[in-house]
């Protein structure tokens, strides 16, 4: 007698895929839909997780592409306290699929929201990208002139890179129910007022994701049709949320709606990919150790289980492991460059 799970390979099976496998290594969990040559120039945006993918592919040799590099390389910590060579671009932590969209559209048209230069102390901040200066601005003058000439960055950006990969993070946003525009963080956390008559959570459900990624899609492939995309999901639960939920069953509905229009996105279309690295670092066969003692950070070992899986399945094997490891310490995620973190720091 035969059926269809008679003669399926090991990884088709719990116990010998997951139970009873390397939690670190295991076999056949990503098999990528194309490939990344030599000839690659790769993108990078999205949460924070995805500071780690960008530096293991650095460390690979790979052409990651850096469109707004700091004007001195001499103190790169410094550089990196004011956002350069985080990503491709200096956005900053990009968390939501509509945050992305929004920031495509504005690098076309080349708009800039005057609502969106908050002040604090006599200083001002690029509510789309808070956090790039920390002490703020000189004047609207300058903060309007360095986000016009990012977005015309991030327009060079998009259409030399062949690959653009997005790390997804949070389905929860503010909106200006003014201009109907998006932003990172609620006004008032870095700079700015909050106004409750003005400014509301935004929590995108599964259909505005799914919608948002075909909209990228598409606007990227206005003016570079070969652009690929690989999609991945941050493993990093919630810092805090607004919804009025418990954070726990708040980050679950976050995470499976990402995870589910991701999923659907990449097996609708032939030039998008998903790399399971909430998958990994969630692994329960991992029995917790991916994780640092606050259940949220991951820890050095997760981020390698991560970066070497999408490494050695596009043949980069060279640069995995410590030699492209993303911290000093076991900490791994002290060396991120992260906003969503003031939420807990502000905190009253």
């Given at each position: 007698?035969t059926?269809p799970?008679?003669?399926l390979?090991?990884?088709?099976?719990?116990?010998?895929g997951v139970?009873?496998?390397d939690p670190?290594?295991?076999?056949?969990?990503y098999?990528?839909?194309?490939?990344?040559g030599d000839?690659?120039?790769?993108?990078?945006?999205?949460s924070?997780?995805?500071?780690?993918?960008?530096?293991?592919l650095?460390?690979?040799?790979?052409?990651?592409?850096?469109v707004?590099?700091?004007?001195n390389t001499?103190?790169?910590?410094?550089?990196?306290?004011?956002?350069?060579?985080?990503?491709?671009?200096?956005?900053?932590?990009?968390?939501?699929?509509?945050?992305l969209?929004?920031?495509?559209?504005?690098?076309?048209?080349g708009?800039?929201?005057?609502?969106?230069?908050?002040?604090?102390?006599g200083?001002?901040?690029?509510?789309?990208?808070?956090?790039?200066?920390?002490v703020?601005?000189v004047?609207v003058d300058e903060?309007?002139?360095?986000?016009?000439a990012?977005?015309?960055?991030?327009?060079?950006?998009?259409?030399?890179?062949?690959?653009l990969?997005?790390t997804?993070?949070?389905v929860?946003?503010?909106?200006?129910?003014?201009?109907?525009?998006?932003?990172?963080?609620?006004?008032?956390?870095?700079?700015?007022e909050?106004?409750?008559?003005?400014?509301?959570?935004?929590?995108?459900?599964?259909?505005?994701?799914?919608?948002?990624l075909?909209?990228?899609?598409?606007?990227?492939?206005?003016?570079?049709?070969?652009?690929?995309?690989?999609?991945?999901?941050?493993?990093?639960?919630l810092t805090?949320?607004?919804?009025?939920?418990?954070?726990?069953p708040?980050t679950?509905?976050?995470?499976a709606?990402?995870?589910?229009?991701?999923?659907?996105?990449?097996?609708?279309?032939?030039?998008?990919?998903?790399f399971?690295?909430?998958?990994?670092?969630?692994n329960?066969?991992?029995?917790g150790?991916?994780y640092?003692?606050?259940s949220r950070?991951?820890?050095?070992?997760?981020?390698?289980?991560?970066?070497?899986t999408?490494?050695?399945?596009?043949g980069?094997?060279?640069?995995?492991?410590?030699?492209?490891?993303?911290?000093?310490?076991d900490?791994?995620?002290t060396?991120?460059?992260?906003?969503e973190?003031?939420?807990?720091a502000?905190?009253?």
């Amino acid at each position: 007698m035969t059926h269809p799970y008679a003669d399926l390979p090991p990884q088709a099976f719990w116990r010998s895929g997951v139970a009873d496998a390397d939690p670190a290594a295991l076999d056949g969990i990503y098999q990528p839909a194309f490939p990344l040559g030599d000839d690659a120039r790769i993108a990078t945006a999205g949460s924070c997780f995805a500071q780690h993918i960008s530096r293991a592919l650095q460390g690979a040799g790979m052409q990651v592409l850096d469109v707004e590099p700091a004007p001195n390389t001499e103190a790169p910590e410094l550089a990196r306290s004011f956002n350069y060579g985080v990503y491709s671009a200096r956005y900053g932590n990009i968390y939501t699929t509509r945050q992305l969209l929004q920031l495509l559209q504005d690098s076309e048209t080349g708009h800039v929201e005057l609502a969106e230069i908050w002040q604090r102390d006599g200083r001002f901040f690029d509510a789309q990208r808070p956090n790039i200066e920390p002490v703020g601005f000189v004047s609207v003058d300058e903060a309007i002139l360095l986000r016009q000439a990012h977005l015309a960055a991030v327009q060079r950006l998009f259409r030399m890179a062949t690959h653009l990969i997005f790390t997804l993070g949070l389905v929860e946003c503010w909106f200006d129910q003014e201009t109907g525009r998006v932003m990172p963080l609620a006004p008032g956390v870095v700079a700015g007022e909050y106004d409750p008559g003005r400014y509301s959570l935004r929590r995108l459900g599964f259909a505005e994701v799914l919608h948002d990624l075909q909209q990228m899609r598409q606007h990227l492939h206005r003016h570079n049709p070969s652009l690929r995309l690989i999609l991945t999901v941050s493993p990093v639960p919630l810092t805090a949320t607004a919804t009025g939920q418990h954070v726990l069953p708040a980050t679950t509905n976050a995470k499976a709606i990402l995870r589910a229009a991701a999923g659907e996105f990449a097996d609708s279309h032939e030039d998008v990919d998903y790399f399971p690295s909430y998958e990994i670092v969630t692994n329960p066969a991992a029995r917790g150790r991916f994780y640092m003692p606050n259940s949220r950070d991951v820890t050095q070992q997760g981020v390698d289980a991560v970066t070497t899986t999408f490494l050695r399945a596009h043949g980069l094997t060279g640069g995995a492991g410590p030699a492209v490891a993303t911290a000093t310490s076991d900490d791994a995620a002290t060396d991120l460059v992260c906003e969503e973190i003031l939420l807990e720091a502000h905190r009253k």
